[in-house]
């Protein structure tokens, strides 16, 4: 079976400071990989996706993340980050090849912006 | 995000209450979702249907019913459920099987 580990359950940072979310996960199959953000009191959006390609994938709002197949992992970066950016942050991998498209979850990763 | 629409947002019911919540997509997406956000835990799939047939069921207690009347619907219908229950009750669609989910806001569940 496949998990997903997000190494921090919080990660303070002040703002227009760069910050990494980590991501890993464990499968020697193919994967997707996602991830989603939850804002508070909302559910979740999906942020950037990798699914085949280039290894590098970007979202809208300065987020990127890049897929490592040899560390098997999927670490979120941003240069700069904004107080809007506070949310919670969820890892997620999913096998192409499973008919459920069943999604495993990390435990979540908290970001807390502070000007 | 009004793509996938949650009822009710919030709801708090007793232990011997029977209530459904109610999941639509606007999406014309044919798979469709449910999932379990509890505190302190990772998000975990309840139940997934495709074209309105069952696909997977990942050992729910059966005070969870689903039912998917057409591709656009679901409903999780609740009954005798317990205080550990109580969660972010998560529903999500997609193209297909093998597509990207997109989710809901939620309702968030307070079984007394």
């Known amino acids: 079976a496949q998990s997903v580990t997000q190494l921090d359950s919080q990660v303070p940072v002040f703002e227009e400071a760069p910050v990494e979310l980590r991501c890993n996960y464990s499968s020697s199959v193919s994967v997707y990989l996602f991830w989603y953000v939850q804002y508070p009191n909302q559910g979740l959006q999906l942020l950037l996706k990798y699914l085949s390609g280039s290894t590098l994938v970007e979202s809208i709002n300065g987020f990127e993340a890049e897929f490592n197949k040899s560390q098997t992992s999927f670490h979120l970066r941003k240069p700069s980050v904004h107080i809007s950016d506070t949310a919670e942050y969820f890892c997620a991998v999913s096998d192409p090849n499973n008919a459920g498209n069943m999604l495993t979850f990390g435990g979540g990763t908290r970001l807390m912006v502070k000007p | 995000e009004t793509g996938v629409t949650q009822t009710p947002r919030h709801l708090v019911m007793g232990m011997t209450n029977k209530k459904s919540l109610k999941c639509e997509q606007h999406?014309?997406?044919?798979?469709m979702y449910w999932y379990k956000q509890s505190a302190k835990k990772p998000l975990e799939l309840m139940f997934v249907?495709?074209?309105?047939?069952?696909?997977e069921n990942n050992s729910v207690p059966s005070r969870f019913s689903p039912e998917c009347p057409n591709s656009s619907h679901l409903f999780l219908h609740l009954h005798t459920l317990q205080p550990e229950d109580s969660a972010l009750y998560l529903c999500?669609?997609?193209?297909?099987?093998?597509?990207?989910?997109?989710f809901g806001p939620g309702t968030r569940l307070l079984v007394l």
């Open positions: 999406l014309g997406h044919n798979a």
């Open positions: 999500a669609s997609s193209r297909g099987l093998l597509e990207t989910q997109y």
């Open positions: 249907y495709s074209l309105e047939e069952r696909v």
